[in-house]
């Protein structure tokens, strides 16, 4: 396996469209992380059957993730909430769900992820126990830790890790160049050179605290910090992942309607903000559109780029009046589309 993206995505509809519209060469992998029994609310499949049907469609191999990290509060989203509480309870529900036959009858297709749940104490045994049950029918798997209880998952997985697995270091929104997170890199990459395994290292560009209001129009956003994608090679690491140019956020229930756009640009390795005015759905079409088309940035993409890129090819119907742009939650398809698309050419 010769990848070199991680793009992380929550299974849900934007971000399942912005997957499916790109054809995904072997430089990435991406990570799934189900979140909901269902992509949307109403869809006939559960996540497992989409998941199933999508990645069979396409001939994407993905790593899977029932995510343990999540703090679930009052305000998350009801559906992730249903659907996280009783793995967070109960961990080893999440190995069932992994080892559905659905998701072994395709384990050409599918690499499980074993993890653990940062934000509660380390529960010693437990990475060991999903291991040997997922072993079972899986032929390669990944470990997911996290600076928190980093030492101690480490040393677990270190009699247990094999061959051509995959070693995931999930250090959130905190910057790479941290001392305190170069201290873990070197113990990640010692582990994986000794068993011919790859490593990762996971950060989220693009901080939650970034609100679309504060967007400066046209401008690069200096919140967001993408150097990840430079330097992995240098820290040891075999590859980068992020959010696919979106938040990774924390899956809270929406409040008003605020317009805005964030457009990866490669030539900066930056981002570029857009925004129109708050709670008029309205302004997506009439001020983020024309900005965003006659913007540095998008000129910065060619024709072929434009027609084929999810999130650019939407916003020129939307422009020419074939489609309707009013959707905060499909504008959020359209950056990761727009990114996904970008690591794929470009990477």
């Given at each position: 396996?010769?990848?070199?993206?991680?793009?992380?995505?929550?299974?849900?509809?934007?971000?399942?469209?912005?997957?499916?519209?790109?054809?995904?060469?072997?430089?990435?992998?991406?990570?799934?992380?189900?979140?909901?029994?269902?992509?949307?609310?109403?869809?006939?499949?559960?996540?497992?059957?989409?998941?199933?049907?999508?990645?069979?469609?396409?001939?994407?191999?993905?790593?899977?993730?029932?995510?343990?990290?999540?703090?679930?509060?009052?305000?998350?989203?009801?559906?992730?909430?249903?659907?996280?509480?009783?793995?967070?309870?109960?961990?080893?529900?999440?190995?069932?769900?992994?080892?559905?036959?659905?998701?072994?009858?395709?384990?050409?297709?599918?690499?499980?992820?074993?993890?653990?749940?940062?934000?509660?104490?380390?529960?010693?045994?437990?990475?060991?126990?999903?291991?040997?049950?997922?072993?079972?029918?899986?032929?390669?798997?990944?470990?997911?830790?996290?600076?928190?209880?980093?030492?101690q998952a480490i040393t677990e997985i270190k009699s247990i890790i094999k061959k051509n697995d995959i070693i995931l270091l999930d250090i959130d929104e905190s910057s790479h160049e941290l001392p305190d997170n170069r201290k873990l890199y070197n113990q990640v990459q010692d582990l994986a050179n000794s068993k011919l395994c790859k490593?990762?290292?996971?950060?989220?560009?693009?901080?939650?605290?970034?609100?679309?209001?504060?967007?400066?129009?046209?401008?690069?956003?200096?919140?967001?910090?993408?150097?990840?994608?430079?330097?992995?090679?240098?820290?040891?690491?075999?590859?980068?992942?992020?959010?696919?140019?979106?938040?990774?956020?924390?899956?809270?229930?929406?409040?008003?309607?605020?317009?805005?756009?964030?457009?990866?640009?490669?030539?900066?390795?930056?981002?570029?903000?857009?925004?129109?005015?708050?709670?008029?759905?309205?302004?997506?079409?009439?001020?983020?559109?024309?900005?965003?088309?006659?913007?540095?940035?998008?000129?910065?993409?060619?024709?072929?780029?434009?027609?084929?890129?999810?999130?650019?090819?939407?916003?020129?119907?939307?422009?020419?009046?074939?489609?309707?742009?009013?959707?905060?939650?499909?504008?959020?398809?359209?950056?990761?589309?727009?990114?996904?698309?970008?690591?794929?050419?470009?990477?």
């Amino acid at each position: 396996m010769n990848f070199k993206y991680v793009p992380v995505f929550r299974y849900r509809a934007q971000e399942r469209k912005a997957l499916n519209s790109t054809l995904i060469s072997e430089k990435i992998l991406p990570l799934i992380e189900v979140v909901t029994e269902k992509p949307t609310s109403n869809s006939k499949s559960d996540s497992i059957q989409q998941l199933i049907n999508d990645i069979n469609e396409s001939n994407t191999r993905v790593m899977l993730d029932f995510p343990m990290y999540l703090k679930l509060r009052n305000a998350t989203i009801k559906t992730v909430r249903d659907f996280l509480t009783p793995i967070l309870a109960d961990p080893l529900k999440r190995v069932k769900f992994l080892s559905d036959a659905r998701l072994v009858n395709n384990k050409d297709k599918i690499i499980p992820v074993i993890t653990y749940n940062p934000n509660s104490p380390f529960v010693n045994g437990y990475m060991n126990s999903q291991e040997q049950y997922l072993r079972q029918y899986y032929d390669q798997v990944s470990f997911r830790l996290y600076p928190l209880h980093f030492r101690q998952a480490i040393t677990e997985i270190k009699s247990i890790i094999k061959k051509n697995d995959i070693i995931l270091l999930d250090i959130d929104e905190s910057s790479h160049e941290l001392p305190d997170n170069r201290k873990l890199y070197n113990q990640v990459q010692d582990l994986a050179n000794s068993k011919l395994c790859k490593s990762v290292l996971i950060r989220s560009a693009i901080p939650r605290t970034l609100t679309n209001v504060n967007l400066n129009q046209g401008k690069i956003v200096q919140e967001a910090d993408n150097s990840l994608l430079k330097d992995f090679n240098d820290l040891g690491f075999s590859a980068f992942g992020d959010y696919c140019g979106v938040k990774k956020d924390e899956l809270k229930k929406g409040g008003m309607v605020s317009p805005g756009y964030v457009m990866y640009s490669w030539n900066d390795n930056s981002y570029f903000g857009f925004k129109g005015v708050r709670d008029q759905a309205e302004t997506f079409e009439k001020i983020v559109v024309p900005n965003v088309t006659s913007s540095n940035v998008w000129n910065e993409f060619n024709r072929n780029h434009r027609t084929n890129c999810l999130g650019c090819k939407n916003i020129i119907n939307i422009r020419k009046k074939i489609k309707k742009g009013n959707s905060q939650p499909e504008w959020k398809g359209f950056a990761c589309g727009h990114y996904l698309h970008t690591m794929e050419e470009f990477l």
